[in-house]
Antibody, heavy 120, light 107 residues
């Protein structure tokens, strides 16, 4: 059974940093691209960042480019999101999502999310 | 960026109804469209990919159609478990954008 478990969320002041983690199990992690997708409270979904299986291709939404950094450790079956210079508009539930295998940014499994609140 | 616009934003229907949700793209995305279902407090669930391909394990009452700029998600006979919010997502062009969502409510 595929499982994705996010952690690392919390309350942080604007301008500070936070690092999210996603522990994956139930599939061959290093065969799949992985993504972060966020959802602001009461709002819709926004793709944030994605990373190919071998970290060879990385992409970011314009809203986080230059501030967020995605990485993965295939030996630990883990995905990360380093978030710097956080803004109030980054407040959201952050989901870790597995690519469906086609590398085409379709998300077939999602974690339950970790909440990031940016507030002074 | 490609804008994805869903209609309606809210839909009231009854168990057994056939319902259709529309998603329009601001430019052609071929068939690179997915549909997700999200229930309150839960993560989204993939229903349809490549506009009309049913994800494994998804009931056959769900179907998708369309290409280019106009797409539909149809539920042939609503079940109690189907009341949720539905999102379309284009994956033709970076950034990979979602529609604003359609909330399907019990009438």
């Amino acid at each position: 059974e595929v499982q994705l478990v996010e952690s690392g969320g919390g309350l942080v002041q604007p301008g500070r940093s936070l690092r999210l983690s996603c522990a994956a199990s139930g599939f061959t992690f290093d065969d799949y691209a992985m993504h972060w997708v966020r959802q602001a409270p009461g709002k819709g979904l926004e793709w944030v960042s994605g990373i190919r299986s071998n970290s060879g291709r990385i992409a970011y939404a314009d809203s986080v480019k230059g501030r967020f950094s995605i990485s993965r450790d295939n030996a630990k079956n883990s995905l990360y999101l380093q978030m710097n210079s956080l803004r109030t508009e980054d407040t959201a539930l952050y989901y870790c999502a597995k690519d469906d295998g086609s590398g085409s940014y379709v998300f077939d499994y999602w974690g339950q999310g970790t909440l990031v609140t940016v507030s002074s | 960026d490609i804008q994805m616009t869903q209609s309606p934003s809210t839909l009231s229907a009854s168990v057994g109804d056939k319902v259709t949700i529309t998603c329009r793209a601001s430019q052609s995305i071929s068939s690179w469209l997915a549909w997700y279902q999200q229930k309150p407090g839960k993560a989204p669930k993939l229903l349809i990919y490549k506009a009309s391909s049913l994800e494994s394990g998804v009931p056959s009452r769900f179907s998708g159609s369309g290409s280019g700029t106009e797409f539909t998600l149809t539920i042939s006979s609503l079940q109690p478990d189907d009341f949720a919010t539905y999102y379309c997502q284009q994956y033709d062009t970076y950034p990979y954008t979602f529609g604003q969502g359609t909330k399907l409510e019990i009438k």
